[in-house]
């Protein structure tokens, strides 16, 4: 088989995990395994980017960007915080 011939594979150059809890909520963000960093919002995805040598980046493709557990929209957890309530009897 030659190299034109074979499947393409290729792994995101971004992947940008779920969201985390925290004030305010974040995403942690891996480039090539590695952690690089922490956003908050898309625009810290961007600045990531770019410190990176990435700098017109396209955050809806899946070869250069890989969103888990939402996507470019999602920055506040699934689930809502609810600190557990300890009630003493009278």
């Known amino acids: ?6 499947p393409r594979v290729t792994r995101p150059t971004m992947v940008v995990l779920g969201v985390q809890e925290g004030e305010p909520p974040y995403r942690l ?3 090539a395994g590695e ?4 956003a908050h919002s898309v625009l810290d995805i ?4 770019r410190q990176l040598g990435i700098e ?5 493709d899946p070869d250069v960007v890989r969103w888990v557990g ?6 506040t957890p699934w689930w ?4 557990h309530k300890r ?4």
Do not use: N, R, Y
Not at 56 to 60: E, K, P, R, V
Not at 70 to 75: C, Q
Not at 80 to 83: I, K, S, Y
Not at 87 to 90: I, S
């Open 87 to 90: 009630e003493h009897p009278a």
């Open 56 to 60: 017109d980046i396209d955050l809806d």
């Open 80 to 83: 809502p915080h609810h600190p």
């Open 70 to 75: 939402g996507d470019k929209f999602t920055w």
């Open 29 to 31: 963000v891996e480039v």
């Open 46 to 49: 961007i600045g990531l980017a």
């Open 1 to 6: 088989m030659t190299e034109s011939e074979s």
């Open 35 to 38: 952690l690089v960093g922490k």
